[in-house]
């Protein structure tokens, strides 16, 4: 037999009602616990926290897959993410630019303190040397920017970062990004 809503509604309070009349003043007359299911539960203690565990920091620049797939929240696919983006980085400068991946099941803020970076590991890019594709693949570079550097390479011959800041070729926002990792 179908129940319809308004029928199910009546039986659910039905039921309450019966537990609160009957059930519970049988319990608390007997002087039990009036949650009388959750009797023989322990919880357990979460607010022993075990010190003597040290934290062990990752360095980001020289981490792999492996070491990086043990943190909490981090993943093959995080890590695979993480990696492939300091290699077209040239390596991390700071832990919060593990926030420009935007990985959503991982929270960077509340795992910070898991990392540290050391940027003497970066590996820093002469501009004159590279291609106009190995420029672009920088993340921090788009398709225009690569565009004016070329062009103020064709100007004045050689370029580096010292070469892009006396000239203002690129916005001043551009240019502290992308400082770390060319010469």
Not at 15 to 23: E, G, Y
Not at 63 to 72: C, E, G, R, T, Y
Not at 95 to 118: G, I, P, R
């Amino acid at each position: 037999m179908l129940l319809y809503h308004y029928e199910r509604k009546g039986l659910w309070i039905l039921t309450t009602l019966l537990i609160c009349t009957i059930v519970l003043p049988k319990q608390l007359s007997k002087n039990k616990n009036p949650f009388f299911l959750l009797e023989n539960i322990t919880l357990p203690d979460t607010l022993t926290i075990n010190i003597e565990q040290p934290i062990v920091r990752l360095e980001l620049n020289q981490a792999d897959s492996l070491s990086l797939i043990k943190i909490k929240g981090i993943g093959p696919y995080y890590a695979h993410k993480i990696l492939n983006f300091r290699k077209r980085l040239g390596g991390f400068y700071t832990v919060k630019q593990l926030k420009e991946l935007n990985m959503t099941y991982f929270n960077v803020d509340s795992s910070a303190f898991l990392f540290h970076v050391n940027p003497l590991l970066i590996q820093k890019r002469e501009l004159d040397t590279l291609t106009f594709k190995e420029i672009l693949r920088h993340p921090y570079l788009e398709y225009e920017d690569v565009i004016l550097i070329f062009q103020a390479k064709k100007q004045y011959k050689r370029v580096s970062y010292d070469t892009l800041q006396q000239h203002r070729v690129l916005p001043s926002h551009k240019l502290k990004k992308i400082k770390p990792y060319f010469k």
